[in-house]
């Protein structure tokens, strides 16, 4: 089989984000321009010579082209044995836990997450360490200097390998491992949850409806909800994968899972209801007539984890992204548990869960997680959720009542403005720094400030720092706004606002309402109105 080694030379903009390299797809189908990328993971990381690595995707367009590639890109770097889902599928959660059991040197994630597949869409690639988690900030920027650094790649040329059976196949010197990928997920959640009183709780005419958007958590969700836990057939919708997500966006929150949403709030709704994001790490919880805002759900999960057999022996610590609510903190506070927060992206969670210092994890975009995988976990939210209502046998509505009750109310809600000019988005973020030593005691709409800073972090288990992860600015009071720009976007710039105030006393108020008072501080301290032009954010969550 003949190796060819291709000259290249550094490609602007590749540059991983929050998580990994996002690109239009045909951005990507570029010749060379994957490629490129993927031996500058192979450089960046040391070589991969004699390796084990995973692979594996959310199945989007061009999932399956690019499979091939970096088989054959792996077998000429040298690698040893590359395990992959069969037909190129893997969820991020699956993935992580396959690097993680078959004690692999790393792998690679295709997926662009919650973001719409397609010709014209988005496409995304990652690099996960040997703990099964995203790449570090120090290996991300080793990544990015070799992409800097390119001159060739090195690739076999060959046919495509047939990924549609399991089992092993050689290319060139290398083994190709076609596996099932769901079975090794499945077993996991089997060992952390109660599933005798799941199964019990379905079988008591609890029904749910589990949407899978066309994606990839799909196939996961019909073997162990439907197969395994006996949910009625046909409780898993939208459940085939497909390279455009069914034409949808595939992003589990009340914008995008408007089905869901009304059939959890018709005359005859179920009595949960959830969904799952295209590479399947996020979730979205509802109960009958009750959709639950994942800060509140990372709060409840924390409050109760301990009715699964998994963390029947407690958490060892908790760990948010910083934007996300305080409402776990006050969880942690009550029960006597570290609470650390982080920056946005998941990576930053790694070492905390490496360390024993946090067992449970979860950011406001729909993310929650535990140390059992180093990615956020979709399904695993899901059974969680079940198996707390398995053992309560109470409603979501009443598990919520009881919670607020206990903990108060942290109203939330966060302000997407998409599709910005870049210039002006990074003119508003940057003014709004420089005007941060002047901001405490300055009043802004009804509320005045207490504290505001561009949020850093040091890492405490290896001493990293990490810089300008956003400005928090704290009122008088405990109301609290979080403003930064996204880094998975693939067109102009998406400013993030994050809101929220706690009420110990009131919590059946709507969010906005309660919220209406941080909403009109932050435009009165950031001028977003007036320098986007726009009057009301995009996406409301
Ligand atoms: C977004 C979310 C963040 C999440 C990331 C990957 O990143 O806000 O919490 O970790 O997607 O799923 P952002 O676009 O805000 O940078
Ligand atoms: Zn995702």
């Not at 001159?151 to 047939?162: G, V």
């Not at 869960?353 to 059992?372: F, N, P, Q, V, Y």
């Not at 008088?476 to 706690?502: D, I, M």
């Amino acid at each position: 089989m003949p190796l060819r080694i291709i000259p290249t030379q550094p490609i602007a903009g590749q540059k991983p984000g929050t998580s990994g390299l996002r690109k239009k797809t045909r951005v990507f189908m570029q010749p060379g321009y994957l490629e490129n990328f993927v031996q500058s993971i192979w450089d960046g990381i040391g070589g991969i010579q004699g390796q084990t690595l995973v692979l594996g995707g959310d199945g989007r367009y061009f999932n399956d082209r690019a499979v091939q590639i970096i088989l054959k890109m792996a077998a000429a770097s040298g690698a040893a044995r590359v395990i992959v889902g069969q037909n190129g599928f893997l969820s991020t959660p699956a993935a992580s836990n396959l690097i993680r059991v078959r004690g692999a040197d790393g792998g690679v994630i295709l997926s662009a997450s919650h973001n719409p597949g397609g010709p014209d869409e988005d496409f995304g690639i990652k690099y996960n360490m040997a703990n099964g988690g995203p790449a570090t900030e120090g290996v991300t920027a080793k990544i990015h200097a070799a992409s800097e650094a390119i001159q060739q790649y090195r690739i076999l040329e060959t046919s495509d390998i047939d990924l549609s059976a399991l089992g092993e196949t050689p290319l060139g010197a290398m083994m190709v491992e076609v596996v099932d990928p769901v079975a090794a997920y499945a077993a996991l959640m089997e060992k952390l949850f109660d599933f005798k009183s799941i199964r019990a709780l379905l079988e008591s005419g609890f029904r749910l409806r589990f949407d899978a958007m066309h994606a990839i958590t799909g196939p996961y969700a019909v073997e162990i909800l439907e197969r395994r836990l006996g949910a009625a057939p046909g409780s898993v919708v939208n459940a085939v994968p497909s390279p455009d997500f069914g034409g949808g966006h595939p992003d589990p929150n009340p914008v995008w899972a408007h089905d869901l949403m009304a059939a959890m709030h018709g005359p005859d709704a179920p009595d949960f209801g959830a969904a799952s994001d295209g590479d399947g790490d996020r979730n979205m919880i509802v109960g009958k007539g009750c959709y639950v805002t994942p800060s509140d759900s990372l709060a409840v999960l924390a409050a109760n984890a301990h009715l699964a057999p998994g963390y029947a022996g407690g958490l060892k610590g908790v760990a948010r992204s910083m934007p996300t609510s305080c409402a776990v903190d006050r969880v942690a506070e009550a029960r006597g548990m570290a609470c650390y927060a982080t920056p946005t992206g998941w990576k930053f969670f790694g070492n905390l869960l490496d360390a024993g210092r946090a067992t449970l994890c979860g950011e406001e975009s729909a993310g929650t997680g535990s140390d059992h995988v180093r990615e956020k976990d979709g399904l695993w939210a899901v059974l969680l959720w079940l198996n707390i209502l398995a053992v309560k046998r109470q409603s979501v509505a009443q598990v919520m009542a009881e919670h607020w009750a206990e903990f108060g109310r942290t109203y939330y809600s966060r302000h997407d403005y998409e599709a910005i000019a870049t210039d002006v988005a990074n003119s508003l973020m940057s003014d709004l720094r420089t005007a941060l030593p002047g901001m405490p005691g300055r009043p802004a709409g009804a509320l005045s400030v207490d504290t505001a800073e561009d949020f850093a972090y040091t890492d405490p288990v290896d001493g990293s720092v990490a810089t300008a992860q956003g400005v928090q600015i704290r009122f008088h009071g405990g109301a609290r706004a979080v403003l930064r720009l996204s880094g998975t976007g693939t067109e102009g710039a998406t400013l993030r606002v994050y809101l929220e105030r706690f009420d110990g006393s009131d919590f059946l108020q709507d969010p906005q309402v309660a919220l209406a008072p941080v909403i009109a501080a932050v435009d009165a301290l950031a001028g977003i109105a007036s320098r986007t032009g726009r009057a009301e954010p995009d996406v409301i969550t």
